[in-house]
T-cell receptor, first 113, second 110 residues
């Protein structure tokens, strides 16, 4: 089991609400990623970070933002949730120095009504 | 942009049979990895094969890589009901930012 955590695991909210999905890892990994995955579909990279104060947008156009103030923490924020944001959000981290594999959190299932 | 594409999209077999999944990609890679995802959960790393390797084994898993065809295959031998999951290939194109395919959904019937 990897030491990467996501909260909440499930979230049901109304349209227009601001939400923050939390992701934290205790492995000291520099690189962290957010993926969006619809059921049974591929993973789409939406944001990534190579370290503190580094954030980049991924392949999928996203209305979300991220921050990386601490190495272990990489929260994802939706300023105004919409039904089109309903999906599963997966956080991952990667060492790059000692390992070439990504470690994934359990995911957050988001439903926007 | 999506890099790896798995084939077939879904596979249903009986327990004890072998399962073969294929992955094709588009650009040159540093390595290719296979991940497993149980329903509604995060992904778990299975095996990594580097671009200069042709075959790799790990327990009941066998992975091949053909860089000339830009393809890889994952073979699970003597499958078990617990192998039921989605399997994804991911390519690492030298910058360590991996791209995942759509996955193969494997169902192993007891």
């Amino acid at each position: 089991e990897a030491d990467i955590y996501q909260t909440p695991r499930y979230l049901v909210i109304g349209t227009g609400k601001k939400i923050t999905l939390e992701c934290s890892q205790t492995m000291g990994h520099d690189k962290m990623y957010w993926y969006q995955q619809d059921p049974g579909m591929e993973l789409h990279l939406i944001h990534y970070s190579y370290g503190v104060n580094s954030t980049e947008k991924g392949d999928l156009s996203s209305e979300s933002t991220v921050s990386r103030i601490r190495t272990e923490h990489f929260p994802l924020t939706l300023e105004s949730a919409r039904p089109s944001h309903t999906s599963q959000y997966l956080c991952a981290s990667f060492s790059g120095r000692y390992s070439e594999t990504q470690y994934f959190g359990p995911g957050t299932r988001l439903l926007v009504l | 942009s999506q890099q790896g594409e798995e084939d077939p999209q879904a596979l249903s077999i009986q327990e004890g049979e072998n399962a073969t999944m294929n992955c094709s990609y588009k650009t040159s890679i540093n390595n290719l990895q296979w991940y497993r995802q149980n329903s509604g959960r995060g992904l778990v790393h299975l095996i990594l094969i580097r671009s200069n390797e042709r075959e790799k084994h790990s327990g009941r898993l066998r992975v091949t890589l053909d860089t000339s065809k830009k393809s890889s295959s994952l073979l699970i031998t003597a499958s078990r009901a617990a192998d039921t999951a989605s399997y994804f290939c991911a390519t690492d194109a030298w910058n360590n930012d991996m791209r995942f395919g759509a996955g193969t959904r494997l169902t192993v019937k007891p």
